[in-house]
């Protein structure tokens, strides 16, 4: 029998149609072998600048013009290239470089492959972005060439070849071909130009072996890097991860448990055996996380070092339930690691065990507190991790641990390893290695983590950059900045592109029959007038109220039409969305939106016209809300008041024109609404916030920090603004069912509130009942202790932290019942009030005014984006994420000038005699079996208490910090877990009169001082709070 | 139109004339040396061209085009699948051991051995219903062969296939695969399409690839995303001399005819019109020794059955006295036990001797036989 086979030779396109098949499994389980058919062409240019041949050939888009041509005609040359060179990464160097590709001193004219850009989207998103940012600025000249799409460069993959080797393969192929592509240009345009060499950076030592058989320059990064100048400071930036594993060789003893297979995890997850969460650390205890998993109420706890097993806070972990008898209640101690850990040598592999003696030690103590008080402490499930999903890895700001530095640190550029204490306490020490070390000692520095390999105790990273010295304000605030990732580079050109063309001289057009009055209700002649705080700049919202002729009012809120100069879809929109939300630091602001819009154009200035979208109530003079009506509209701004200024305006009887009645008018209605918002429930809830104003008087500084004063007039505004907003909500949510964007503050379970509960009962007999907000209000607003006024706010503010965030979301994401504002007591809530300084708002506008009908000023008002709802989820869950970190950067901030202005009290005092510190009046938030966390009001701070830091009757409180430190060893206190107290005395000293007792919500005088603090809070100016009785 | 194809399972029959099938029939059975219209020999197979893996987007295919310009595709998709144990089965293990097979012990026993059941085949044919008779009875045949084929040796070389298909299914006491055998044929069908249907789909199994399996033990399978370490279906061993080889196949099902005493290999649709018994023999090798095993026969219903029969000149009256009645003179076929007047066609009965189908599988099984020459020539088609 004859068999013959079809013969494809003959066929001319067969060379330029091949395919690529892989084999995909899907999350349903199925899994799919897939064919992807790839057309090779010639016409991909080389966009060399060079070249004499690409320019007739490169494709043009639909309008006829093509692409710019990237890498330059004349490229830096070095010591090895002196004619130039191009170089073309293979994905190893940029996984362990990128860094170095993003150093603006040295790679420039770089060729990314598509082959090497989709291998390191499969090995790191992170990485994957910041190479594609990298390829979209010009300065850098990197140059995205699609290899597998071109004839001459595609690669087959050959048999028994691995994908690595077919890839390295095509990095080579590529290289070869522009050499050769280069070549023949430079022969055809008859210049004699010189070449560019082509260069391969890898790290793999069999492709550079092959690449000097195949005739292709290839180096090493660190080979590459050596030959630059300024090497030394380059060659840190290198990852640390693959070089130091081929060097250690086959790895000595293995701390860590080896993770489980992805396929074993994912048997297990499906099966229920193993979860998956975030790993969360605790702040007050390195050795222990918790991990909140879907499947139980309460987080699971994670104990100690080897349960722990490499992951750093905020990755997605899997974790196994560990049998019961090892349950464990949460620990009643502060550990640090500095100071359990402070002994470590960077350098030494082979000797440290995984779990340090001292370590070990305080994880003992630990087990024994909680099998000894097991009566009362319910020992908790405790996990280990088993598997790692996502490493939440980011960039860390830290500094450079003095300890670790060997004492040669100064001299010669030897490299050497040292530790990294990041700033973010959860975040273990990182291992670098530098040759810099000296430089490096006193500076904020930026770093990232690489490696976290299972023979090494600590993450191993790379140096990154320096911000600047410790201490100086512009490190800090960057260093603040960057930990919570706030955007703060100054708008790029495209964005500023977007302003009106006017600039500050834009006007509300004179004429009606201007088309930027189409669907504009004119309020000019309204006596509107605006309440913010002192020199506030963005006026986001504006107030008016007049009576009606049948004895009703009328109320009005405007606020700044930001919608109408931030068109949907344009990079404004989307430097606007990526950023979230303006951030507010002590002494500076990150804008959302560029200068001229938020300060100027959109802010509602007072005696200027200005657009604004208003929601305008007619209400009985009990403050019942008869109609509502939504309207976009020009008013001009009577006044801009600040809050004392209102009130003031208010309280002076002489003042009897029309808008300081008006004013009255407003109060009057904001305190029935108020009450009636209370009495469906609404919870008064208190934050420890501290106003600085920020003055240029040489006076003490520390004047500047004022606890916020509650004035008639803020809650004036501010139930104005709940009003407005619960109103917006329900109308997008009758108009968008699916898509409306809204924000909730869930029930908070019970549980949360079982400690506070059962330490109110304990030390004050007091209930709490959290069984719905309004009866949480209530019981809140008993617990009054009469010689003690703070206690109250102190109870509000444990209470608030037992609650979840709030948060927005897309209306079809919940079902209605859960779109409960707690907080508010409100059935329904969004955010619509603040649009230059939020960018929920600003959608929440744009969703407002298609359901009112608004056609913009050309008649066709898009509003694209606002309805689809996958897109929508995507914003909210970055902007939720930016409004959280930006409160947090906003509350760091604080803490920072707080610190900085005790400092220069300090050396103020320090100047006519000694440092004394202030004493002040602090209330023990959390007792721990060695300290207490104290809280100061008059601050706003919270700060832990250490065993050393107690000032014993009948010693002076003037010791140094190194003293004190001596003055714990001599220590000892007897903790009861059960009643909240602890005592401390000095050792060998039981008698009464010498110690101290402390215990939970106890009023204690406090000598707060800024001390620098040495190793990981360096530079952050720890204030140390003295118990002083 | 329908009951016709629904009677003739054997494809339409040619028009001839009694006396073309009288003459086909007599030089085909002339004893030892049959005269084949297209002068082959018995055992000799028309040319026929074959390609696999024509059809980038399944586990594995191929087309084979007959000289007689019948064509057919066939592609072979796989799925992951839970094994769903019916509860009785788990709560009574000892059933399992006493029933084996069958029934309802099956299930835990499927869970380790496989079912019948993975294994989907549907054929098209054009001008038929895919519930008409003859798509659904080869699917069932070929489908049949195929799972039915389980190795009795315990293998345990290299290239074995324990368990046969049906084994190599399981992937773990939880997941399976599921294989849909999809065939379609391309062309009328001109004689019957059974040869060419199992032909292609034994060279569509032969190129078939699963993903790799990482995963290990009852864990959820999990696959290595590179489908060029894909692994196939019937495992292969390499030697050095002709590249990789797979010694475990999936069966063939040929089509043999007899004519009198002789046997003919491949025939073709006139061929058939006149034999005497239409057989489809189902081999396989399933151990790495090499030899065959025969599978299954399954007797055809013969078109010649369905044939207007010729009338005798002593019968004719047109022909009264215009012929000596010695021409006429009944002899007994030898073949057929059946009394005929030569040259004059009767249908044929149906009926077949032991002898000849003794014979029939002693040719496709000897070594060098007829079956090994049909695996050797599908080996022969570069499968990729």
């Known amino acids: 029998m004859k068999s013959l086979r079809r013969d494809l030779s003959s066929d001319p396109q067969a060379s330029n149609v091949t395919s690529k098949v892989f084999v995909r499994s899907t999350k349903s389980g199925k899994v799919q072998k897939i064919v992807r058919e790839l057309y090779l062409r010639q016409d991909i240019p080389c966009s060399s600048k060079l070249c004499s041949l690409c320019p007739s050939i490169a494709p043009s888009d639909a309008n006829g013009n093509v692409a710019p041509f990237v890498l330059s005609d004349r490229p830096a040359g070095t010591k090895a290239f002196p004619r130039g060179h191009y170089l073309v990464p293979d994905t190893n160097a940029l996984l362990n470089g990128m860094d170095l590709f993003e150093h603006t001193g040295a790679f420039y004219d770089v060729i990314i492959l598509q082959t090497v850009l989709e291998e390191l989207r499969n090995q790191s998103l992170p990485l994957y972005n910041r190479l594609l940012s990298l390829i979209k600025t010009d300065e850098k000249r990197f140059y995205l060439f699609f290899n597998e799409f071109r004839l001459e460069t ?68 660190s080979d590459y890097v050596s030959g630059l100048e300024d090497s030394d400071k380059l060659l840190d930036m290198i990852g640390e991860a693959r070089e130091a594993r081929d060097t250690k060789g086959p790895a000595g003893q293995l701390f ?31 050795l222990e996380a918790s991990v909140k998993v879907p499947a139980f109420n309460k987080p699971l706890l994670i104990l100690g070092r080897d349960n722990s097993n490499r992951a750093i806070s905020g990755d997605v972990v899997v974790i196994e339930v560990l049998p019961q008898d090892q349950w464990k209640s949460p620990s009643t101690k502060i550990v640090d690691e500095e100071a359990v850990t402070r002994n470590d040598n960077p350098d030494s592999e082979d000797t440290e065990a995984v779990v340090s003696q001292n370590e070990r030690k305080a994880l003992q103590e630990e087990v024994k507190r909680a099998h000894g008080n097991s009566s009362e402490g319910k020992p908790q499930p405790t996990a280990k991790v088993v598997g790692m999903i996502k490493r939440g890895w980011r960039q860390y700001v830290g500094n450079v641990d003095s300890n670790s530095t060997g004492s040669q640190a100064a001299s010669g550029r030897r490299q050497q390893t040292v530790f990294v204490l990041p700033m973010d306490k959860k975040v273990p020490k990182i291992r670098l290695r530098t040759r810099q070390a000296g430089d490096l000692l006193g500076q904020r520095i930026l770093v990232t983590i690489d490696s ?16 600047g010295e410790l201490e100086t304000k512009g490190a800090e605030t960057e260093a603040l900045l960057l930990e919570y990732d706030v955007q703060y580079k100054p708008f790029p050109k495209s964005v500023l592109d977007c302003l009106p063309a006017e600039g500050h001289d834009w006007k509300v057009p004179a004429s009606k029959e201007d088309k930027g009055w189409n669907g504009r209700r004119d309020l000019r002649d309204l006596l509107i007038c605006s309440i913010d705080p002192p020199g506030c700049q963005d006026i986001d919202d504006a107030l008016h109220a007049r009576s009606l002729p049948n004895g009703n009012f009328e109320v009005g809120v405007h606020i700044a039409d930001v919608s109408h100069f931030v068109k949907p879809n344009n990079p404004m929109d989307l430097e606007a969305s990526v950023r979230g939300s303006t951030v507010y630091l002590v002494d500076k602001r990150i804008d959302m939106l560029p200068h001229l819009l938020g300060t100027d154009l959109c802010s509602l200035k007072p005696y200027v016209e200005r657009y604004a979208f208003s929601v305008i109530w007619e209400v009985t003079p009990n403050a019942e809300i008869v109609s509502s009506d939504f309207t976009k509209s020009v008013i001009r701004s009577r006044e801009a008041f600040s809050y004392e200024q209102a009130q003031l305006r208010i309280d002076d009887p002489s003042q009897k024109d029309e808008l300081t009645e008006s004013m009255r008018h407003l109060l009057h209605f904001s305190k029935i609404l108020r009450q009636r918002r209370y009495d469906a429930g609404a919870l008064n809830l208190a934050s420890p916030e501290v106003r600085i104003e920020a003055s240029d008087e040489v006076g003490d500084p520390l004047t500047d920090v004022k606890t916020k004063a509650m004035l008639a007039t803020n809650s004036l505004v501010e139930e104005f603004m709940l009003l407005a907003n619960i109103t917006v909500a329900s109308k997008i949510f009758n108009s968008f069912s699916q898509t409306a964007l809204l924000r909730r503050h869930a029930t908070p379970p019970p549980q949360n509130f079982e400690d506070l509960i059962n330490q109110l009962s304990k030390k004050r007999g007091m209930e709490l009942d959290v069984s719905s907000s309004g009866a949480l209000a209530s019981s809140l607003d008993r617990c009054v202790d009469p010689k003690n006024p703070f206690f109250n706010t102190l109870v509000r503010i444990l209470a608030t932290r037992c609650m979840t965030s709030a948060e927005y979301f897309c209306a079809g994401a919940h079902a209605e019942p859960e779109f409960r504002h707690y907080g508010l007591a409100s059935p329904i809530y969004t955010h619509f009030t603040s649009p230059i300084r939020r960018y929920a708002d600003l959608l929440v506008h744009r969703q407002l005014a298609s359901a009112i009908g608004y056609e913009g000023e050309d008649g066709h008002a898009v509003i694209e984006g606002v309805h689809t709802r996958g897109k929508l989820e995507d914003i909210c869950r970055n902007i939720n994420y930016r409004h959280r970190n930006a409160q947090f950067a906003g509350r760091a901030s604080i803490e920072y000038y707080v610190g900085q202005a005790l400092k220069a009290r300090g050396e103020k005092m320090a100047a006519g005699g000694t440092d004394t510190g202030i004493d002040e009046e602090g209330y023990v938030m959390r007792v721990f079996e060695n300290g207490v966390v104290v809280f100061v009001p008059r601050f706003g701070i919270e700060g832990v208490v250490r065993l050393e830091d107690f000032v014993l009757p ?6 140094s910090v190194s003293e004190r430190r001596e003055l714990a060893v001599h220590r000892t206190t007897h903790f009861n877990p059960e009643e909240y107290t602890l005592r401390v005395e000095e050792k060998g000293h039981p008698e009464k009169e010498r110690g101290v007792d402390v215990e939970l919500f106890q009023r204690v005088k406090v000598n707060v001082s800024s001390v620098k603090e040495e190793g990981r809070g360096a530079g952050k100016r720890r204030v140390r709070i003295l118990i002083t009785g | 139109m329908s009951n016709q194809r629904q009677a003739s399972s054997a494809s339409q029959t040619p028009h001839l004339s009694p006396a073309e099938l009288s003459y086909l029939y007599t030089s085909l059975s002339l004893p030892k040396s049959p005269i084949r219209p297209d002068g082959r020999s018995p055992t000799q197979f028309r040319p026929l061209s074959a390609e696999t893996n024509i059809l980038p987007g399944t586990n594995g295919s191929a087309r084979i085009g007959f000289a007689d310009g019948t064509q057919a595709i066939v592609g072979v998709k796989a799925e992951v699948e839970k094994t769903i144990l019916s509860t009785d089965t788990l709560a009574s293990g000892i059933e399992d051991q006493v029933g084996g097979e069958g029934g309802e012990g099956e299930g835990l026993s499927a869970a380790a051995t496989g079912h019948g059941s993975w294994v989907q085949m549907s054929i098209e044919i054009p001008g038929f219903r895919d519930d008409d008779a003859l798509p659904v009875f080869l699917s069932e045949m070929m489908r049949e062969s195929l799972v039915g084929s389980v190795a009795d040796g315990e293998g345990s070389g290299v290239g074995e296939m324990v368990g046969g298909l049906k084994g190599r299914l399981v992937i773990n006491k939880r997941w399976h695969w599921r294989l849909y055998i999809d065939v379609l044929l391309l062309s009328q069908p001109l004689s019957y399409p059974l040869p060419l249907l199992s032909l292609t789909t034994h060279l569509a199994l032969l190129s078939t690839k699963l993903p790799k399996l990482k995963s290990q033990g009852e864990e959820d399978p999990f696959f290595d995303d590179d489908w060029a370490v894909a692994e196939y279906l019937y495992p292969r061993t390499s030697t050095p001399k002709t590249g990789t080889t797979s010694h475990v196949r999936p069966p063939v099902t040929l089509l043999v005819v007899s004519v009198g005493e002789n046997v003919i290999f491949d025939p073709t649709r006139e061929e058939i019109a006149v034999a005497d018994a239409v057989l489809a023999i189902s081999v396989t090798r399933d151990t790495e020794a090499g030899n065959l095993k025969l599978l299954s026969i399954r007797t055809i219903d013969p078109p010649s059955r369905l044939t207007t029969p010729a009338v005798p000149n002593s019968e004719n009256v047109n022909m009264l006295g215009a012929t000596a009645s010695t021409e006429d003179i009944a002899v007994l076929n030898p073949a057929t036990g059946e009394e005929e007047v030569p040259g004059v066609w009767r249908p044929r009965r149906g009926g077949i001797k032991r002898s000849v189908i003794a014979y029939m599988i002693k040719t496709v099984l000897k070594k060098g036989g007829v079956g090994e020459e049909v695996l050797e020539g599908l080996e022969g088609v570069e499968v990729e």
Do not use: C
């Open chain 1, 154 to 221: 595609h690669v087959r993959r050959g048999p028994d070849e691995s994908i690595n080797d077919r890839n390295d393969r095509a990095v080579r192929a590529v290289a070869s071909w522009y050499e050769e592509h280069l070549q023949v240009s430079a022969k055809k345009g008859k210049k004699e130009k010189s070449v560019p060499a082509i260069v391969v950076i890898t790290d793999d030592k069999g492709s550079i072996r092959k690449a000097k058989a195949e005739n292709v320059t290839a180096l090493s990064l």
């Open chain 1, 256 to 286: 860590y448990p080896e993770y489980m297979s992805m396929s074993k995890l994912m048997t297990g997850l499906r099966a229920g055996n193993l979860h998956q969460g975030v790993y969360n650390v605790s702040p007050y205890n390195y």
């Open chain 1, 452 to 467: 976290w390999e299972r023979d090494s105790r600590y993450p191993s990273g790379h140096f990154i950059r320096s911000l």
């Open chain 1, 954 to 959: 009948g010693e002076s409180g003037s010791f």
